[in-house]
């Protein structure tokens, strides 16, 4: 099992690597001079010529990339071409928040997800199958930021209850997970009812009714464990997925996360941002896939990595 | 007896501390409370290298300039006591200082202050992105006794004198940017972070893509002291999510209320609505040198194709000013050239078109930006609707705002852009600004910003001659009589000035939105 995940993580050097070249080259390739952008419409071409000259994009690429990669090896990222910050200091202090916002939604999401998928799977074919999964429907087809506004309308201009913006206490954390998580929710329900249907038709469900156990105890004990390891995936890759991609949700609630600075980042051409936050992202998903690949061995003890 | 004495004494208490709000009587200042501005960007630097207003209006509260625009359009005296005095040749423009001002750290302002802060805009190697824009003309900076300052030009430049109300001009405390650790270009950094001026509020606390905060500064030197205890801009970058947070109260004034959301908050009894039209022209502009736009009967039939004041009534929900001319109103030089714009005359169009030989229709793409100015991906299908009346077959072109910026920029003999809708701040406050950088044959792109390659001999004479005149009736003459040359050659389709347009809660008073798309809280107060 450890040399396995040693493997694994041995594996994501080359990912990461791949990464790196990918959005290097694709940053610098796509139009738009990130000089002429910091300088401002008006500025003449020997200041935006000077500030490119300063930020080194008047080298070869391969230039660039050696350095950046030089660099990146004893950790520093480079700085933002607009604020002067380190990539490093600002994506420590964007991620933790987004990491905070993703585990909110995720656990909101599963909190949802789970039973109402297990619910519909108990009930096949009844109204409450047919109601979890038209709310299901609906959720997923929401526009996040349709139900993050409708979210502050009633919650925080109505009724005072959560605050609007901001993202310091818990009661900042209400709205937006609930916002986010709710897709997902959508999405777990969807695949923990079609895995529990495949479960509850096995053979040794049928065993355990047959053996006059409680339906709760063969729905939990037996089918609902087998079952969760497709869920567990789908888990893990929508978290993956809010991790990166919380922007709408960020944006709307003015969640200063590493979402928002991507795609800041990506409109100001401020391309250290571009590829620390990248590499950051891809990193994370490396990372959730073996989390995910351990889970599998502790919920199904068929499973080893030998 | 004594207790029913008390209980009637008690309640005329609270009866008067109920009346008394509900009087409305005349507004008497109060002091304290925290105002809280929500904005859809945050600033990028608040030292002299910034180069946008989401960074100017903060560091206007902080670091003060020599002189200061009026929202009428008028300079007048800040840091420095007096107006200046020009040598006769134009050439030394001397200034006297106040004195006895401190920055917030304690040290002085005087003249050496103010030499240390033009020398290092003006070195060269220090890459202050405005240099050349705003002391361009300035050769060297003498402080020739501890209140007098001298700027040596290298050739007379009237205009300069707008140009030192600038927000990026700003005399910052020297001391305080040493001890910072310097300001390194591009962004002024370590210094940018930690600003330190002689303004009614001094810097606090500043949290990236978040909030920045400023509290009073209780020796300020001004005559009208500073009332909040805090300022904060809050970045809120959703439209909808900040109109809300003022709504809930969470927010005392939300800038860039969308023109859809106007009529509704207008019912809100909380708030009120503040239109102030900006310095920011909107216009499309021809290609000039390239068929069909280097005819001026086509250039002009455009102008009359299309009907302004409807789009400015309906796309923009009034929150726009027909352009008159080819900059602004509160702007030193301005003045209307044509009430209300070229009229709205298909007639006329379609006769021009004919005259210029394309009678039969002709065929043009449009380029424009999407979310960078207000309606404007709506305002460009407006103009194509309308331009369809007249014979003219506009395609419309989009592209995201940085590859935008580059795709304009190309030289005349390179760039395939027939014409492109784009939008100029005159942010200095002078025509110079609005009307050298767009419309002198020096400035083709990508030297400089005339990206429509216009040249006209005779307005590239005018605009030379008004950057030496002293006199400041010659020199309004003059820039109307280059204005009305460009009017007639129509470079560009004059459409419209932007208003700004800021919900701002009822108990916010003497709250300031300048011309110059800032907010001003110098002395705003929260009425309790």
Redo the contacts between chains.
């Keep these: 099992m450890w040399r396995y995940l040693l493997k694994r993580v041995l594996l994501a050097i080359p990912v990461l690597l791949g990464v790196s070249i990918v959005v290097f080259a694709m940053v610098r390739f796509?139009?738009?001079?990130?000089a002429?952008?910091?300088?401002?419409?008006?500025?003449?071409?020997?200041?935006v010529e000077?500030?490119r000259e300063?930020?080194g994009l008047d080298q070869p690429i391969l230039v660039q990339y050696a350095y950046f990669l030089r660099n990146a090896l004893t950790g520093d990222l480079g700085r933002s071409?607009?604020?002067?910050?380190p990539v490093s200091e600002?994506l420590g202090?964007?991620f933790p928040r987004t990491v905070r916002l993703a585990l909110a939604s995720i656990f909101v999401a599963a909190l949802i997800g789970i039973p109402a998928g297990i619910l519909s799977a108990t009930r096949h074919l009844s109204w409450v199958d047919s109601i979890v999964m038209i709310l299901a429907l609906a959720g997923v087809s929401i526009p996040v930021?349709w139900l993050?506004?409708n979210l502050?309308?009633v919650f925080?201009?109505r009724l005072?209850w959560m605050?609007?913006?901001?993202?310091e206490t818990w009661r900042h954390l209400v709205l937006p997970s609930i916002t986010l998580g709710t897709a997902s929710a959508a999405i777990i329900a969807r695949m923990t009812r079609s895995a529990m249907l495949e479960v509850l038709r096995q053979d040794y469900v049928r065993t355990a009714r047959a053996k006059g156990l409680a339906e709760r105890v063969v729905v939990n004990h037996h089918a609902l464990r087998n079952a969760l390891i497709p869920v567990v995936t789908v888990v893990g890759l929508q978290l993956g997925a809010l991790l990166s991609g919380a922007v709408l949700t960020e944006?709307?609630?003015?969640w200063?996360g590493i979402g928002?600075?991507l795609v800041d980042s990506v409109?100001?051409?401020d391309y250290p941002i571009i590829q620390g936050a990248v590499l950051l992202i891809a990193a994370t998903f490396v990372f959730l896939n073996v989390v995910v690949d351990a889970t599998y061995a502790m919920l199904d003890p068929r499973i080893r990595y030998e | 007896m004594s207790r029913r004495l008390a209980l009637v004494i008690v309640a005329a208490f609270v009866a008067a501390v109920l009346v008394l709000p509900a009087t409305g009587a005349p507004a008497t200042p109060q002091a304290g409370g925290t105002l809280i501005i929500g904005r859809g960007a945050d600033s990028?630097?608040l030292s002299p290298y910034a180069?946008?207003s989401p960074d100017a209006e903060v560091i206007a509260h902080i670091a003060e300039t020599l002189y200061q625009l009026t929202p009428e359009g008028r300079i007048v005296p800040l840091l420095a006591e007096a107006m200046p005095t020009l040598s006769p040749d134009a050439r030394t423009m001397t200034i006297r200082l106040r004195t006895g001002i401190r920055f917030h750290d304690g040290t002085p302002f005087d003249a050496a202050a103010v030499k240390w802060n033009f020398d290092f805009i003006l070195n060269p190697d220090n890459?202050a992105?405005f240099?050349?824009?705003l002391l361009g003309e300035v050769a060297s900076v003498d402080a020739v006794d501890a209140r007098t300052v001298r700027l040596n030009l290298r050739r007379p430049f009237v205009p300069l004198l707008a140009h030192l109300t600038h927000d990026f001009l700003a005399i910052h405390s020297p001391t305080a940017v040493q001890r910072a650790g310097g300001m390194?270009?591009?962004?002024?950094?370590p210094y940018?972070r930690q600003p330190v001026g002689t303004g009614p509020y001094r810097f606090r606390e500043w949290?990236?893509?978040?909030r920045i905060v400023l509290e009073r500064n209780p020796d300020y030197w001004g005559p009208r002291k500073p009332l909040l205890d805090q300022i904060v801009w809050?970045?809120?970058?959703?439209d909808?999510?900040r109109v809300?947070?003022l709504?809930?109260g969470?927010i005392h004034v939300a800038v860039r209320v969308p023109p859809r959301e106007t009529t509704r908050l207008a019912l809100n009894q909380a708030l009120r609505i503040d239109r102030t039209s900006s310095v920011r022209t909107i216009y499309i502009a021809f290609n000039n040198q390239k068929p069909p736009f280097n005819d001026v009967r086509v250039r002009q039939a455009f102008n009359y194709a299309v009907n302004k004041r409807a789009i400015a009534q309906t796309v923009l929900g009034g929150a726009a000013r027909v352009s008159d001319a080819p900059i602004s109103p509160g702007i030193v030089g301005y003045s209307g050239i044509q009430a209300g714009g070229y009229p709205y005359d298909v007639n006329r169009a379609r006769q021009l078109l004919a005259e210029a030989g394309h009678g039969g229709g002709v065929n043009v793409t449009i380029l424009h930006p999407t979310g960078r100015y207000v309606q404007d991906a709506q305002v460009a299908a407006a103009v194509q609707a309308q331009l369809r009346a007249a014979g003219i077959n506009a395609r419309l072109q989009t592209m995201?705002?940085?590859?935008y910026?580059?795709?304009t920029?190309q030289p005349p003999d390179r760039t395939p852009v027939e014409s492109f809708m784009?939008g100029?701040g005159t942010v200095t406050g002078d025509a110079d600004y609005g009307l050298y950088?767009l419309f002198h044959s020096s400035q083709w792109a990508?030297?400089?910003?005339n990206r429509f390659f216009y040249r006209n001999p005779q307005v590239d004479s005018l605009l030379d001659q008004a950057r030496a005149m002293t006199d400041a009736a010659r020199r309004a003459a003059t820039y109307r009589e280059a204005m009305e040359i460009i009017w007639r050659d129509a470079p560009w389709l004059f459409l419209h000035s932007e208003s700004q347009v800021t919900g701002v809660r009822r108990e916010v008073q003497d709250l300031l939105v300048h011309p110059t798309e800032r907010i001003v809280a110098f002395h705003a107060w929260l009425r309790r």
């Design positions: 796509i139009p738009g001079d990130p002429q952008i910091m300088a401002g419409q008006a500025a003449t071409q020997e200041v000077q500030i300063s930020l071409l607009f604020s002067g910050v600002e202090q964007r930021f993050g506004l502050i309308l925080s201009v005072h605050p609007a913006f901001g993202y944006t709307v609630f003015s200063p928002k600075l409109l100001a051409r | 990028v630097t180069s946008a890459r992105p240099r050349a824009i390194r270009p591009p962004t002024g950094e940018g949290v990236r893509g978040d809050r970045v809120i970058p959703d909808g999510a809300l947070a709504e809930g969470q995201e705002w940085a590859a910026l580059s795709f920029n784009l100029w950088s990508p030297a400089g910003f």
